[in-house]
């Protein structure tokens, strides 16, 4: 069954090459991290229209639950009872706002670090690195809960979000 669009697809294999080159590139090549951090400022505004005016599966409004589901989520998850959605499950759903509100501090930070006014100041570097050090902790968040929900629910996430396509809901899973 189609999940993923075409645009919500590219976007998020685009933004993970940014966020790669970006850092890889922090301390050696200058031009090329501040370009891809407006590439990936970019894809996030990109994104934040699409979560309005999407695709089903795509939408905010669809996936995006209160801090009460995304706990319960998580308890039925410790149990190895949580339920399969066939778009974003409520913890994913979770880690995708956290994850654009960090990346978009960090290119907002980085962006900073640009201006005149703010050029060179320790706090603003400081905190900018510190962002993008927990980009790449939630990023193995993300990863890890990608991989145990593929186990949990026999079901190849990274192919999907390459094809689009996931197997059809049945019995208790959630559409």
Known sequence: M????????LFHWMLAGGIAIAWLSADEWDALHEWTGYLIAGLLAARLIWGLIGSR??????FVRSPAVVSAYLRDMLKGREKRYLG???AGAAMILALIAVIAATALT??????????GIDWVEEIHETLANLILVLVAVHLAGIALASL????????????????APSGTDIA
Do not use: C, Q
Not at 2 to 9: E, L
Not at 110 to 119: H, I, N, Q
Not at 152 to 167: F, P, S, T
């Open 152 to 167: 949990r629910h026999r079901e190849n996430l990274v192919r999907a979000m390459i094809v689009g396509r996931k197997r």
């Open 57 to 62: 599966y795509a939408r905010f409004s669809r």
């Open 2 to 9: 189609k999940v993923w669009d075409p645009f919500v697809r």
């Open 88 to 90: 974003h499950n409520p």
């Open 110 to 119: 980085g962006w900073m670090g640009t201006l005149d006014r703010f050029w």
